[in-house]
């Protein structure tokens, strides 16, 4: 799916902003989940990797979408997403 924010290049965030729903997935599966949301969503996400907890050294990543629908969507009908 293309999009108005495909061609301003501000579909996929690079950081992650405080009001975006999020959820982990699987490490090594980003290109794939990546892919999934370009043709099947249409609003802003970001794929990145954050700290699970401030006392641990451990990072997961994660995927975050402005609208809830569409995280909702993503965790009901991708066949990628596995949490940690």
Do not use: Q
């Not at 989940?33 to 043709?39: G, K, M």
């Amino acid at each position: 799916m293309f999009t108005p924010l495909d061609v301003l290049k501000k579909r996929e965030l690079k950081t992650l902003p405080p009001h975006f729903h999020k959820m982990s997935i699987s490490d090594g599966k980003e290109t794939e989940v990546r892919e999934w949301i370009r043709n099947r969503l249409s609003g802003r996400f970001c794929i990145v990797r954050y700290p699970c907890n401030k006392d641990s050294g451990k990072t997961a990543t994660y995927v975050a979408f402005e609208n809830s629908h569409e995280l909702t969507y993503f965790a009901l009908a991708c066949t990628f997403f596995r949490g940690n």
